[in-house]
């Protein structure tokens, strides 16, 4: 948009027209409600990445709704930054649970398969199976 066109345009603000829309702000809006509606797709990294760029595009309209009063959509720029939080900080939360759960189950694991009264445990309990089943015989 060229310099005349912008005063054109806060000239017609502010003599009472429809303020101009923050299309950023809308973004972050749809962004936002993406990353918390869909982002379980691809284990939550849609919702990461969504919230992240919906954080991003709110900061950057809200600074320009500030700079020009004339504009409106600092309530899509609020949403959009609530909406990328919630997201974002959900996804992250799903991650690290999932990885200490997998990572303390793998070192139980590992635990259980070098306990030799496990191995004694499965060796007798096999060994009495192959046992009645030979007594069936």
Known sequence: MSEEENKETQNAGAQG???Q???MAT????LGIVSIALGWILA???GIITGILAII????AKKKIKQNPNMGGKGSATGGLVTGIIGTVLYLAIWIIFTVIITSSV???KEIGESQEIQDA???SIEKGLEDANNNK
């Open 57 to 60: 595009l709110a900061v950057v």
């Open 107 to 109: 070192d139980t694991l």
């Open 17 to 19: 027209g429809a303020p």
């Open 122 to 124: 499965m060796k007798e």
């Open 27 to 30: 973004a972050s809006l749809v």
């Open 21 to 23: 829309s923050n299309g």
């Open 44 to 46: 939550g990294i849609i």
